[in-house]
C-alpha cells in the first residue's frame, strides 16, 4: 500500500510537477530536433525510455563495484552501451524511422536528463527504486515530447501521424489542406512551441501552489 | 575537393544549418550560459576549439580504426572516449597557464569531477561535440572538408552564442508576463533569431 501510494506520487512529480523537459528544463536538444511529426516523437520517446530503464538498473546494480571518482564516467559508459543498443535495433527494424531521428539516437548517450537521472538517483538506491524512477522520468520526459509533436504537427502541417498511417504514410489529414502554419515545422517552430509549453506549465503550477496556499491559510484560520 | 565545396561546407555549418538554430545541438548549455556576453564568448570559443579537434579526431579514428576493422557500429562510443579525453587534455593544458580563465571558459569541469552539478555544463557542450563528429563523418565528408566543417561549426556555434548573448543582456531589464520568465521568453528570443536563420536555407555556392 505504501509502496503503490510511493509509486503515485513519483508518478505525479515525473509526469507533471518535477517534469524533466517542462519543468527541469533537461535534454532539450532532441526534444526540439526530433518533434517534427508523431512518429519521430514516439521512437525518441520509446527510446529514451530503454535506455534510461536499462541503464538505471545496471548502474544500481554495479553502484557499490563503481568508484565514486569515476561515477560519471561509467554512468556515461553504461549509457552509451545501451544506446548502441537501441541504435542498432532502430537501424535493423525501422530502418525509415532511424533515417529521420538520424544523429539524435546516438546523442541519448550524452542526455543531461539520463545523465542526472542515473547519477543522482540510481547510483544511490536499490535496483527496484532505480527502475521505477527511471521509468517514471523517462515517462515524463516522453510525455512533453509527444505534446510537442502532436502540437507541432497538427498546427503545422495539419495532419497526425505523418511517416506510419494514412496513405503512403502522409499522416491522417486532420486539418484542411494548406491550413497549417508552415513556421511551426520549421527549426524556429520548436522553440516557439516549447516556450508556449513550458510558459503555460509554469502558470498551472503558479496557480496550485496559490491555491495551496490559499487553502492552507484558511484552514489556518 | 575545390574552393567551392569547402565554401558551401563552411557555409552551410556556419549560416544554413546553424548548430543552434538549426539542428539544436548543444541547447542547454546555450540557453545557461548565454546571460552575459563575456560568459558566452569564452564559452563559445572554448566549444569552438573542442568541435574543431573532435571533427579531426573522428575523421581519423574512423578512417583508420573503426573501418578497417568493420566497428562502425561502435561509432558512437569511440567518439565519447575521445570526446571525455579531449576534454580532460583541455583542462590539464589551460589550468596551468590560464587558472583565472578557466571556470569562465566552464570546460575545466570534466567528466572526473565528484559533483554532477559542476559536471553538467561539460557534458550539454559534449553532446554538441559529439555532434559534430557524427555529422562530420556520417555525411561522408573528406579529411579537408571535416577540418573545414569542425571549425565552421564552432564558428557558428560562437556566432549564435554571442548574438544570442547580446539579446539576453537586452531581456534582463524588460518587462514580461509572468509566467514567460526564465525559459520561456529566451526560447521565443531564439526561435525568432532562428526565424531569421531559416533565411539562409538554400545559400548555396556554385
New interface residues.
Partial sequence: MKMRMKIRQQLKEGLFTRNPVLVQQMGLCPVLAVSTSLCNGIGMGLSVLAVLLCSSVIVALLRKIIPDRFRVLCCIAVTAIFTTAAGQLLQSFFPPLSDRLGIYVPLIALNSMILSRTETFAFRSRVDAAAVDGAVQALGYAMALLLLCAVRELLGSGTLGGGLLGAGGAGIRILPEGAGLRVLVLPAGGFLTLAVLIAATQYILRRMAEKNAAAEKEAEL | MNLASLLSVALGAILADNFI????????SF?DNSKTLDTAAGMGLAVMCAMSAASVLAWLIDKFVLIPLRLE?????AY?LII?CLVQLAELLLRKPLPALCPKLGICLS????K?DA??PS??T???V??VA??ST?SGLTFVESVVFGVAAGAGFLLAIVLFACVRERLEYSDC?????????A??S???I??A??GFAGLQIR
Fill in positions: 538554430f538549426s539542428r539544436f545541438l548543444g541547447g542547454s540557453l557500429f561502435l561509432q558512437t562510443f565519447i571525455v567528466a572526473f569531477c565528484p554532477l559536471c553538467l557534458v550539454r559534449s553532446c554538441a559529439l555532434g557524427l555529422l556520417r508576463p509572468k509566467s514567460f520568465e526564465g525559459l520561456p521568453i526560447l521565443v531564439a526561435g525568432l532562428a526565424l536563420f531559416s
